[in-house]
């Protein structure tokens, strides 16, 4: 167990609808990053939050957006779903943004679009 | 640029045996390389992790060996055990302005260590 949670674990949306997915932090994490993987891919960088600002951004349009609260906890909202977003949406804390603070991810949540 | 290239795509041992896994980079700018595993239906879990400045790190049965002039890294599986078999994905990050500890993951060896 990384102590980092996600919810919902599954969840099921139709094209053109919004989703918002949850991640709880690791005690003590205060940076949280989101990675988007597909089914038989590596995970890709979303975007990533530093107390409570976004802190770098990977290639994925303004649909895709999120926030960091006062707890570190963060969501990441998808609005104009399309059928390629069905992907695993993977949560990651770590102590501090520096280059080699470990990452711990959460268990994700699975998003279907249909 | 910003690629890291992994391969096998999908490998298959005998239990017991040596498993090894391959990646290449391209930026010299990276500086931390982590290698993840990642069981179905569940997040990567982090396996071990080396810096440039070392040639190989050993933690168990797990080891990574890193050529800085090549730009290659690869892990070691000793006495793979059929509980290993999972996807393994390495990773890179570097320091930078923006998002300092964002991973560049490869794309994934499927290992099943046969009984």
């Known amino acids: 167990e990384t102590g980092v949670t996600q919810s919902p674990t599954h969840l099921i949306k139709t094209r053109g609808q919004q989703v918002t997915l949850r991640c709880s932090s690791q005690?003590?994490?205060?940076?949280v990053s989101w990675y988007q993987q597909a089914l038989g891919q590596g995970p890709q960088f979303i975007f990533q939050y530093y107390r409570e600002e976004e802190n770098g951004r990977g290639n994925f349009p303004p649909r895709f957006s999120g926030l960091q609260f006062p707890n570190y906890s963060s969501e990441l909202n998808v609005n104009a779903l399309e059928l390629d977003d069905s992907a695993l949406y993977l949560c990651?804390?770590?102590?501090?943004?520096?280059?080699?603070?470990?990452?711990?991810f959460g268990e994700g949540s699975w998003l279907t679009v249909v | 640029q910003q690629q890291v290239k992994q391969s096998p795509q999908s490998l298959i041992v005998q239990k017991g045996g040596i498993s090894i896994i391959n990646c290449a980079y391209e930026n010299t700018a990276f500086d931390y390389f982590p290698w993840y595993q990642q069981f179905p239906g569940k997040g990567p879990a982090l396996l071990i992790a080396?810096?440039?400045?070392?040639s190989e790190k050993k933690e168990g049965r797990f080891t990574i060996s890193f050529n800085k002039s090549a730009k290659q890294f690869s892990l070691h599986i000793m006495d793979s055990q059929p509980g290993d078999s999972a996807t393994y994905f390495c990773a890179a990050s570097m320091e930078s302005g923006g998002a300092t500890n964002k991973l560049i993951f490869g794309t994934g060896t499927l290992l099943a260590v046969q009984p």
């Open positions: 005690s003590g994490h205060n940076t």
């Open positions: 080396i810096r440039p400045d070392v």
């Open positions: 990651a804390s770590s102590q501090g943004r520096d280059s080699g603070n470990t990452i711990y």
